[in-house]
């Protein structure tokens, strides 16, 4: 018998802290990382001074600082360019109270005319293997990361890659609140 997404992260609860790593513009409260925040004491999120002009150096100190402050194990749970911010982290910084990573919808941020100026900081993206354990789950038709990127990604990472099947960005536009798949996929870390 498979559980529901809520029993599962009821039983995680009690097994360290979460810290939501939401992307550009941050996550609104029918996202489902805001609705997982919501839901469960351990989940805290790694906030930015400025969400629609985000500063990578200051994204991977907000992630250095509450990784210090959180009590282990720790698990990051991050959306869309808080995926990039974690692998920059990873990149930099040690990661031992970190047991493993929820990365969904990570953005391609490629050279060109489709990224965004306001991210530009974010490239290159690393392709160094993560020090911990992660998932990284992608969409056929997420319209910022082609599927066969994510899983040369995904690969690179070291992550177990996830094809989600046509699920847009998964986020609020694409028709993902509380998202119980995504807690089943937390749960397998």
């Not at 498979?2 to 992260?9: D, L, T, V």
């Not at 029918?30 to 919501?38: F, G, L, T, V, Y």
């Not at 400025?50 to 992630?63: A, M, Y």
């Not at 692998?87 to 489709?114: C, E, F, I, K, Y």
Request: glycine residues 8%; hydrophobic residues 40%; proline residues 8%.
């Amino acid at each position: 018998m498979i559980e529901n997404g809520s029993a599962a992260m009821a039983r995680l609860r009690s097994t360290g802290t979460f810290l939501t790593i939401p992307g550009w513009n941050g996550s609104g409260p029918e996202h489902w990382q805001s609705i997982w925040e919501a839901r469960y004491v351990d989940f805290r999120r790694v906030e930015q001074r400025e969400w629609h002009r985000p500063s990578r150096e200051e994204w991977v100190d907000s992630i250095e600082k509450m990784v210090q402050e959180a009590a282990p194990p720790i698990h990051l749970v991050a959306h869309s360019l808080g995926c990039v911010a974690v692998a920059h982290w990873a990149a930099d910084r040690p990661a031992a109270s970190v047991a493993g990573a929820l990365l969904v919808a990570p953005p391609w941020l490629s050279p060109s005319d489709r990224c965004p100026e306001e991210l530009s900081g974010f490239g290159p993206i690393p392709f160094g293997r993560l020090p911990f354990r992660s998932i990284l789950v992608a969409s056929e038709n997420d319209p910022y990361l082609p599927i066969e990127i994510a899983m040369r990604l995904a690969r690179s990472w070291g992550s177990e890659f996830v094809n989600a099947g046509r699920q847009g960005h998964i986020n609020i536009a694409s028709g993902h609140g509380p998202w119980a798949a995504g807690e089943r996929l937390l749960d397998r870390l």
